[in-house]
């Protein structure tokens, strides 16, 4: 066995542990979070004085409140997954069991009592969409980083026919689909944070398109069975309570044949470190977890045959990827390296031994 993957393995076992105090490593990285020379404030670039938790940029949102009436077509209760109907354009009603659900700003809410919504994972995800808006996918070196996955996610598949973009955040790459889809294809974004969606319902309305987004629990999908064409899922599963029931969902959503292009955090001790500092502070719930190969195929094989894994990120990714936890920019010419950084990266995921080491598993799965 190679030196590196024996290192990751004994510390990973140390990871595991019993024993192992991570309270002192958590108030450390709390402290980092909040205090940490290099943090970079949504403040600091939106001319508020004040750090964090600001008002949400989304005022005059020109939001249609109508739903899409294809949305209708494969739309369902997520309780009973019955069929929906408008009951004027402030709600949907399920026509089997009576359920309400609102259209708040043009999205329909579409989340129903079945759901076990962790709901501090929500207020973290509402708390970084203007973090995720004004640093992640604003700054050209951060933005081109994100883009170069979205298109090594793009290669495994062809975007076409319905697709779903699972866990959509902010909707920066239902934008980029946009541009990349062939003409014809309708692509829907569902989150469970709100903050997210009106972010990518404004940003979708700008750019002319008529997507569709809803408010969805990706462990109980709004959709009939055999809706979707592809599924991207794109830094969610690790979110989930139960990321095997969002597998399950995924495959039950998609026709046979159809494709999931699934992006997580790997687990090694380079990655299951700053996890473990980080989590618990404002910007990661105690419910982010990373997951070894192993762990990904077992998540997703019981309803999806997994026929591609890609190691992703490994110099790069820490360093352009997220601003809104550290802003290496500060300190270093981000701009000017960054496409050496990112080649630095597509060389390392082909160095045998350092390939297993990186930050991010990219999956292609197939449903049966
Ligand atoms: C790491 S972010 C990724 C967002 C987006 N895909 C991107 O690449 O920018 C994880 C997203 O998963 C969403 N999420 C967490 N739990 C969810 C759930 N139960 N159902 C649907 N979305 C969820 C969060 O609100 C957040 O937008
Ligand atoms: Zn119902």
Redesign the pocket.
Known sequence: MRMCELFDRYFARILDGEGVSWGAARALGSALCRFGPMRTTVGSLTGSSEEGRGPRDVAGLAVPSKVGPMLLDFARCPDCYGTLSTQDDQALVCESCGETYPIVDGIPQLVGTKSA?NTS??ET?DYVTDF?ENLRYKLPWARAYHEHTLREMLALADVTGRVL??????G??LERLVQDSRPGTQLIG????MG?LEHAKRRLTECGSAISITQ????RLPFADDSFDLVFA???LH??PDPAAGAREMARVLRPGGVVIALDPNRTLISELPRRLLRGTSHFDEDHKNFTVRQMRRILTPHLRVDEVHHVGYVAYPLLGFPDITNFGKVLPLGALAPSLMKLDDVLARVPGVRALSWGLMVRAVAD
């Open positions: 919504i994972e929500v995800q995720y973009d699972n866990g959509c955040g902010n920066m790459f569902t989150d469970i944070s997210m969805a629990d990706a462990c794109r830094g969610l979110h989930l």
